[in-house]
């Protein structure tokens, strides 16, 4: 760790640094952006649910079906 604080072209960064980072990649922070009120539909995090392999259903799969089938998506 000294090493690469020895280094002037390297600086540590703080959390703001990896807010920005997180935010521009669209990604949520679980406690802030998320948490166990809030269901992958509702925060927007469709893309990170794996879709089904034939009869393979994950927990909580029927009440995210249901929730989609409500909103009509």
């Known amino acids: 760790m000294d090493l690469l604080l020895a280094d002037p072209r390297i600086s540590p960064a703080g959390l703001g640094a990896r807010d920005s980072l997180r935010l521009e990649a669209g990604l949520c922070l679980h406690g802030n952006d998320i ?22 259903k994950y927990l ?3 009440a995210l079906e249901s929730k989609r089938s409500a909103k009509g998506g």
């Open 60 to 62: 909580g799969y029927d």
């Open 35 to 56: 948490d166990e009120g809030r269901n992958p539909l509702d925060a927007g995090l469709l893309w990170v649910v794996r879709k089904l392999a034939g009869d393979h």
